[in-house]
């Protein structure tokens, strides 16, 4: 036997060399700095990502920036009406008469009288903010509408905003000699309509009339006059204030009783629809158009605002007004209100407080008290300046900043009652076709969306994917095992952009069809599988011996894909027989899986469906959570399955009891990778679900994610707008998500590995 040798050469022997060492000392300090970068990494993402959302929660900045003294008794002034840029305010007294103030010059207040082509004595006047329309009554009963053609010039450095009231000619819409009290107007292009209360002697009535106007080659035609219709008798008391609707559709005429009625113009006329009270036992003090003339602001003499929207009830067929919004009641009477004409918001305002208010999501942008007594208030062009005229003739200007009123916690995550709705409900609609449109951005439909898409995924991938990894991990021959476990990890390259492709045109229309041949086929494939393992483990040992341990599958595929293919074919024939519906129009039998699935659950059949989302996503994450199980599984100690079949156990038996427990938190990680991969995938959902944020779990209809909706929005969102920061918002849900999931994942297999570990 040699000898041992000497202890100062054995120790030189695992004495390790000081580059060595160095190297090692640098890797972990490497190591421990790129792990810090990572989380500095993170930590900024989620910062910034903080520092887009914040802003959606902040509620309206106003600040006073100059007073003006104006010079004009308060007391004849009827209406104060401001200009796009808020350079220009008018003030407007009852006779008609204009007094321009400078704002930015420090000019003196410039009066003007519009000129008409025959002279009439006013004694109404109202006002459209949006347009920038005056609108004159007569002593005489008529009218006339004078446009203040606001515009803006450029001249030595300096903005000048100038006014050219231009009026049209006088229309009679009332009894001849009746002196008009208070007036409304309603321009809808082709069709126009006014309406007015009239002094008739000592009671007051109501009258309107359409105006038509024809357009040829050469332009518009001459204003006439068309129908006219008396009020009057349908009304349900004295008349106090008329609104006519924007777009020359209908009339709301306000009585000394409390009670509204809404008249309606169809081609019959001008007829009642509908009389509603707002308020128990209380007189109205305003009632006033929010922008679009779909809502109406109406308060209380004792300072209660609520908010009445046009939508077809449930079960009836024409558009009524009902109660939508109930705002905080104010400290007194409301003497002032003014509507954005750039959003939903509106000022209300008593004798010593204002109160800037968002219709759509019900908040309160602002409130304060002022240290003076308001008697008129408007909101600037650009929703960006507030205008206050108190009891002592000065004008107030107010700098106005609120970018986002359209978001709130109740926008975002509650339920809102939109202008044309029923009822309040979770929608996603960030854009539409007018300025008048309301932002719906609620993010809930996209979650539900997004966990609609996941459990579909995962409903169809982790069946096959875990199933396969034990097959391959347990029963299969390795040298098969050399070939299937690098495919499985080539279909993981797939692209997703690929992949939604294909679920679009072709997989869509294909399972379009094809729904009973896809049941046929999910019924009879696994229990032939059930079927063929009963029958394999019945036989002899004797016969199952001359086939090998892992080329069963030989045996099986064949007819695995006959029964495939077989019940493909007997999809037709389980349609004829289960999937029949009586057509109401015809009487006869359909047999049509799109038509019986509406007819019998009353949900929607898309060919762009949950379905689809659930065969090409989840064939997008089952290379993922395969190769993760099965290299948890193949890597259970081999001394714990070598034993377990020593003691007498199938392959089958140690496959359950002993293996799969012990892989399970490798098992429990590849389902939460691929958990994470379906909640943020975006291609594959933005090709092949119709992109729509619906609020169901029905596998026959689409859906949006979040994902989705980011990728979708994006590119149009205004930069720092409300859509842009709502995004960002949708984007940090998202992480919070997957920071949850992976979390919770993470205990979860530490416990997992703690009670299945071996030592």
Known sequence: MPAAPPPDELAARFRVSRGTLWFDRFMTGFIKIGGVLVILAVTGIFVFILSQILPLFRGADVKPLKTFA??????????????????LPVLIESDGALHFIDTTQGQPPKRVVPEFAEPRKISAVAYRQQGQKLIVGTEDGRFAVVSLNYSMAFADGKTLVSAEPKADPFYEIGPDGARVTQIAYGDG???????????VGEKLEVHAATLTQKRSLLGKGKIEVGERFNLTAELHGRPERILVSSNAESVLVASETGIIDYFFLTDAGLKLRQSFTPFASQRISTIDFILGDMSVSITSASGENVVFSLFVPPGGSERLWGKTKTFDQLSGATKAFAASSRNKTFLVASADTASLRYSTTESTRWETKLPFTTTRAVIGGKNDRLLFLDATGQLHLYA?????????????????WYEGASEPKYEWQSTGGTDDFEPKLSL??????????????????????????????????????????????????????????????????????RVPSLIAMVVLVP??????????????????????????????????LLVAWLGWQLGPLLEQVCFAVTDPASGQRVADFRVWWPHVTGADFQQRNSLVIGFIMGFAIIPIIFTIAEDALSNVPQSLTSASMALGASRWQTAISIVLPTASAGIFSAVMIGLGRAVGETM??????????IMDMNIFSGMRTLSANIAVELPEAPHHGTLYRTLFLGAMLLFLMTFAVNTVAEILRQRLRERYKTV
């Open 444 to 513: 809930v439909p996209l979650l539900i969306g997004t966990i609609k898409g996941t459990i579909y995924a995962l409903l169809f991938a982790l069946p096959i994917a875990l199933l396969a990894a034990l097959y391959a991990a347990v029963f299969l021959e390795p040298r098969f095992k050399r070939t299937v476990k690098p495919v499985m990890e080539i279909m993981a390259s797939l692209p997703s952009v690929v992949l939604g492709f294909i679920a679009a045109l072709w997989l869509a229309p294909l399972l379009e069809t």
């Open 70 to 87: 104006t010079a004009i008794d308060p007391a004849k002034v009827a209406i104060l009406g401001v200009d796009e840029w808020a350079e």
């Open 189 to 199: 292009s082709d069709r126009k309509l006014a309406a007015a209360i009239f002094q």
């Open 684 to 693: 594959i959902v933005v090709m092949a679900t119709g992109n729509t944020p």
């Open 527 to 560: 229990a032939s599988a059930l079927l063929f393992g009963w029958l394999w483990a019945g036989l002899p040992y004797a016969k199952r011996r001359r086939i090998r341990h892992g080329y069963e599958f030989f045996v099986f595929m064949p007819i695995l």
């Open 400 to 416: 106005l900043n609120d970018a986002h009123p359209e978001a709130s916690w109740k926008a975002l995550f509650g339920k809102l």
